[in-house]
């Protein structure tokens, strides 16, 4: 199939959901009202609670929610066929995505910009906040550790890109420091600084920096200590200082990346040998890998929908929106851009590759001998820096069309790659503390987690324990991250949920736009928990089975409380939500 007609057939799609059904939800379903006070003016601190217009949080909101998670999901689903990545991606991310990230985004600004855990108990019923909290805790545990690891990884990859992500962290303070007190005009300083940033990476290329093992640390242990380091420091910052400027950076920067693919597939296209879908439209038993029902459901998590994604909408988006109005934009906006994204990498993974690809022996192979090649097997495709290099190497290709050095072209989706995890990864420890303190506020400990720094240093040292489990390689997360895609995505289920529990508490039959997105996904994901549980027993892995059947109980507990109190409620509660 052509790939510039499947890309134009599902940029389209996503633009006129947006308008249609994200706009119907928006008025008819949660009666968006610009007269109610938001969270972030009623609470406003300069720190976490700030009101901040929507271009910009939009910025903050979806470089945070998107990190690598749309990009590898993709790049290790396509083994299936990219039809059933394509039609999971588009119909996933419309109808249940975006729904769950606007749900609970604006659950959370009518509840005080609070957490999913705590609107949850409110919904629900307060037995559910400490069961909820515990698949919300491994979920950013996992996180903040495995994405150390991750930018770790890219930077050992693609060393020319280690100065340019370094070198934004000062440019977006100075970014931040002349939009909030010098009141510069945002959009124009904010590109000024992305080129800026750009420039940066065209000398990263020219100045690769691959650390050497120190002191019997190998450099992915280096890193993931110096990032972590990075992401205490980053999470306890205002937001205006570097979160909102650096995710405005990105947001540009992501405008850029999707522009140079977009292009690129236009270039590739009309070029002598045309752009076509080289991967095999469906491969219902790739080798070696689990049956593409359930798992391609839990694979691609964030391209299509991600639990993760309600801790961002509840977290610190909700602390930064305005108005009730912006919030559409922000939440259901947001996540249709991740699916564009995720398209963009399936036409990367799928068609990108058979413009060039080199094995690890130096064969130079095209068309689908290059896919095939890569994806020769689930194990061949599965690994972190496998995942990665799909979406790199055939994005590059396709850029690589318009004209720029391919080396330049590997930098700048190198960089954009790592600036999306690093983002995502000192977001979700600053949620992390929102987390810990509100699950301590209640008890004596209280005032020590009310303490940024504290409950920061606990959700660091938590991570930096995992991460460091195996040695000093710094990969012990991946220990867990079997787990991962499963605890994500009923995390995504049980938040749907308590959506569906209050959508009944307004009447009517409005609880259906989440009510069967929530049936849906809680069934594929306990469906895939039973089956990694067998796999789990066959190895003797005590530690995952555990964990496993603990997130598993903890779930059934959670939705069975939420059929309770949903039979339980006829509509009659409506105003006592205050909207």
Known sequence: MDALFMM???????????????????????????????????????YDFVPTKKEIIFGHHFTSIAGTGPIVGPAIAVIWGWLPAMIWIFFGSIIMGAVHDFGALILSMRNQGKSVSEFTAKYISPRTKIFFFVVVFLDLLIITAIFGLVIAVIFHMYPASVLPV????????????????????????????????????VIGTYVPIDLPTIGGMPATGTWTLVLLAYAFIASTLPVTLL??????????????????????????????????????????HPDGAPSMIPFLFITIACGAISGFHSLVSSGTTSKQVRSEEDSLFVGYGGMLTEATLSTLVIVAVAAGIGLGYTTKDGAALTGLAAWTTHYSSWAAAAGLGSKVAAFVVGAANMIETIGLPHNVALAIMG???????????DTATRIERYALTELFSSTPLSGLF????????????????????????????????PLF??????????????????????????????????????????????????????????????????????????????LVRFFKTDGSEAMRDAG
């Open 450 to 481: 009310n303490n940024k720094f504290f409950s920061t240093a606990v959700a660091v040292f938590l991570a930096g324990c995992l991460a460091f489990s195996s040695g000093a390689n710094g990969k012990g997360a991946l220990a867990l991250w």
């Open 485 to 562: 895609g499963c605890v994500n995505q009923i995390l995504a289920a049980l938040v749907l949920t308590t959506v569906t529990v209050y959508l009944k508490r307004r009447g009517g039959l409005a609880w259906l736009i989440s009510g069967l997105p929530a049936l849906f996904l809680a069934s594929m994901t306990i469906w895939a928990i039973f089956i990694n549980q067998g796999i789990y027993a066959a190895k003797d892995n005590m530690l995952l089975m555990t964990l496993n059947m603990l997130v598993l109980g903890v779930s059934i507990w959670v939705i069975l409380e939420g």
């Open 243 to 284: 979160l909102q400027p650096r995710d405005f950076i990105n947001s540009h920067q992501l405008v850029v990346a999707l522009a140079l693919m977009v292009v690129g597939v236009f270039a590739a296209s009309f070029s002598s040998g045309g752009l076509e879908m080289v991967a095999p439209a469906v491969q219902a």
């Open 415 to 425: 960089v954009f790659v790592a600036s999306f995890a690093g983002t995502t990864m």
């Open 166 to 201: 370094w070198l934004e962290v000062p440019i977006a303070m100075g970014l931040g420091y002349m939009i909030y007190k010098k009141g510069v005009n945002s959009l124009t300083w904010s590109i000024g600084a992305l080129i800026l940033m750009y420039v940066t990476v």
């Open 8 to 46: 134009l057939i599902a940029f389209f799609g996503y633009l006129i959901m947006y308008r249609l059904y994200g706009r119907y939800i928006g008025k008819k379903i949660f009666a968006l009202s610009g007269d109610t006070k938001a969270p972030s003016v009623e609470f406003e601190d300069g």
